[in-house]
Each structure stands twice: as C-alpha cells, then as structure tokens.
T-cell receptor, first 114, second 113 residues
Framework: AQSVTQPDIHITVSEGASLELRCNYS??????LFWYVQSPGQGLQLLLK??????LVQGIKGFEAEFKRSQSSFNLRKPSVHWSDAAEYFC????????????FGKGTHLIIQP | EPEVTQTPSHQVTQMGQEVILRCVPI?????FYWYRQILGQKVEFLVS????????KSEIFDDQFSVERPDGSNFTLKIRSTKLEDSAMYFC???????????FGQGTRLTVV
C-alpha cells in the first residue's frame, strides 16, 4: 500500500531564509508526486508536480522540488520565504490514469517569523 | 482561470440527518473525486467517479455515502445518516484525462451536532 511521510509537523523559518520541507513516499510503481498548499480556511492549491523527466521541478510561488528515487523522497524547497508562505503543506502520491485517488501525507505547518 | 466550486461552504446538521454536498467540477474534466479532512488530520481519499460510475473508493466510503452526477455540471456527495465522526472538511476535486493533477475546490465544512 502506498504511503507518504512528512516527518516535520511544524517548521518555523525566518522571513527571507531558505526552506526545505521533507517528503518520503512508499509506492509500488512509478509514483506521480505532488505538493499542495493549504492556507487557513482555504482549499488545496497545487504547487508543483512530478510525473517524469527532469527530477528537479519548478512550481508556482518560487517553489521547487527534487525527486530522488534512491531515497524515495520529494522534498520541497524555496530559497527565500515570504510571510505569505505561512500555510499547511501537503505532499501526495498517486498513480497514472486518474481513477485512483491521491494519498496525502499528514502535512507540515509552516510558520514564518518576522 | 477555471475552478472547482463547492456549496455550501459550511453546513451544520443534526446527527442522523441526510446531507448533500454539492460541487461543480471544471467543465472539461472527466474524473471527479471526493476527499475528506478531519480537523487536524490528513486529507483522505473517499471516492473517484468516471463515466457516470464509481471508479475507486476507499474503505471510508461505506454504504452511508453515495455520489451522483445528476446533470452535466454538478457532482454531489450524499451522506445518508450523519454521525458525529462525519464532521470534517469535504473537498471535491476534478482532473483531466491521462493525468492525476487534481484541482480542488475550497471545501465544505460539515459539522454534525
């Protein structure tokens, strides 16, 4: 069965500092990987996705993520965070084809210090 | 930009009552989904729907749940007899053919009292 682990429940970062959120997955086939962001009271917004090809993917809002098959990881990074980045971040894994749902991690709550 | 819309944004219901949560997926999408997020927990897949029938469902999606696409635009989730533990945020999502990039709605917060 597939699973996603986000080992950090909370992360606090100073504004302007770099950020890395960790994600490890367990999946029997080639994974399709996603990062979503959820601001308070809002829905889930797709930040970026990895299907195949270049293992470093760029997303919206200056985020990027790197797929490392050998480590079963898909960590999210941003070189310089802004106060507006404070939110809940979810890593998710899915299968190709669309019918199967996504399996989400428990999320990482990002706090930005001024 | 096209988006998934859900109504209502918040619904309060008494235990044992039936509720219907409504969603309008993105118009050219073919797959539709419902997910649930209990407060403070992760987002969980409930069901996927394609070609007017359920494609996949999780063990959470038991007989008290049903989904329907009553017309060409709406996609609904019905909970027949709500329980306290059904209190959660319910997200609708849709995706295009050949990809699992799902676009999520803003959610409906269901509170069962």
């Amino acid at each position: 069965a597939q699973s996603v682990t986000q080992p950090d429940i909370h992360i606090t970062v100073s504004e302007g500092a770099s950020l890395e959120l960790r994600c490890n997955y367990s999946y029997g086939a080639t994974p399709y990987l996603f990062w979503y962001v959820q601001s308070p009271g809002q829905g889930l917004q797709l930040l970026l996705k990895y299907f195949s090809g270049d293992t470093l993917v760029q997303g919206i809002k200056g985020f990027e993520a790197e797929f490392k098959r050998s480590q079963s990881s898909f960590n999210l990074r941003k070189p310089s965070v802004h106060w507006s980045d404070a939110a809940e971040y979810f890593c998710a894994v899915g299968a190709r084809g669309g019918a199967d749902g996504l399996t989400f991690g428990k999320g990482t709550h990002l706090i930005i210090q001024p | 930009e096209p988006e998934v819309t859900q109504t209502p944004s918040h619904q309060v219901t008494q235990m044992g009552q039936e509720v219907i949560l409504r969603c309008v997926p993105i118009s050219n999408h073919l797959y539709f989904y419902w997910y649930r997020q209990i407060l403070g927990q992760k987002v969980e897949f409930l069901v996927s729907f394609y070609n007017n029938e359920i494609s996949e469902k999780s063990e959470i999606f038991d007989d008290q749940f049903s989904v329907e696409r009553p017309d060409g635009s709406n996609f609904t989730l019905k909970i027949r007899s709500t329980k306290l533990e059904d209190s959660a945020m319910y997200f609708c999502a849709s995706s295009d053919w050949g990809t699992t990039e799902a676009f999520f709605g803003q959610g409906t917060r269901l509170t069962v009292v």
